[in-house]
């Protein structure tokens, strides 16, 4: 999980509660990506940003948002609007558009209560 | 579109047997692919990718993947597996807007 820091490890929302995660990356890396993970579906993206101040929607992005003010920053919003947030949700980056790997936060884990 | 499918939700093997983790894959132009394990409670660790060359591909933890055209495969392979290697493991492929996409993931189990 090198170089990546998610915060909090775990996070409980209210119902009507908009949440925040954190991501921060030391790697001086261009891309980052918000991925949820459900048991036996994998990962899906949420968001995604190639460089500072731009991103796109991924495959399940309604109920969330994101911003990318700073390179090494990309918070994620969970917002009222998502109605089943309960989830692993992990953070990743990547060195630029090229055939680079990704590197994985160690994730946040979102309840409900 | 492109995907990745993993066909086994899990794998069992006895310590010390060879392992072999499944994996296809569907992409129009030429396939980057990767292979990356998840511990309990822990982000994904890199393990493998192919971009082009030799078909068989080494990477961590005595891993290796044989990419195979014909059959439009990715299978991750060990000589002899551990228990530590039980854990989640998925393949993945690189799109044309330079997304990651996942397989469903499947998770071995290394019986001592």
């Known amino acids: 999980d090198g170089g990546i820091t998610q915060s909090p490890k775990y996070l409980f929302r209210k119902e009507g509660q908009n949440v925040t995660l954190s991501c921060e990356q030391n790697?001086?890396?261009?891309?980052m990506y918000w991925y949820r993970q459900d048991p036996g579906q994998g990962l899906r993206l949420i968001y995604y940003?190639?460089?500072?101040?731009?991103?796109q929607k991924g495959d399940i992005a309604e109920g969330y948002s994101v911003s990318r003010e700073k390179k090494e920053s990309f918070p994620l919003t969970v917002t009222s609007a998502q109605k089943n947030p309960t989830a692993f949700y992990l953070c990743?980056?990547?060195?630029?558009?090229?055939?680079?790997?990704?590197?994985f936060g160690a994730g946040t884990r979102l309840s409900v209560l | 579109a492109q995907s990745v499918a993993q066909p086994e939700d899990q794998v069992n093997v006895a310590e010390g047997n060879p392992l072999t983790v499944k994996c296809t894959y569907s992409?129009?132009?030429?396939?980057?692919l990767f292979w990356y394990v998840q511990y309990p409670n822990r982000g994904l660790q890199f393990l493998l990718k192919?971009?082009?060359?030799?078909?068989l591909v080494k990477g961590s933890y005595g891993f290796e993947a044989e990419f195979n055209k014909s059959q439009t495969s990715f299978h991750l392979k060990k000589p002899s597996a551990l228990v530590s290697d039980s854990a989640l493991y998925f393949c993945?492929?690189?799109?044309?807007?330079?997304?990651?996409?996942f397989g469903k993931g499947t998770r071995l189990h290394i019986l001592p």
């Open positions: 990743a980056s990547k060195r630029d558009r090229g055939l680079n790997i990704q590197y």
């Open positions: 790697l001086n890396h261009d891309a």
């Open positions: 940003s190639q460089i500072v101040n731009d991103f």
């Open positions: 992409v129009s132009g030429n396939p980057y």
């Open positions: 192919y971009i082009t060359g030799d078909n």
């Open positions: 993945a492929v690189r799109d044309r807007d330079d997304k990651i996409i």
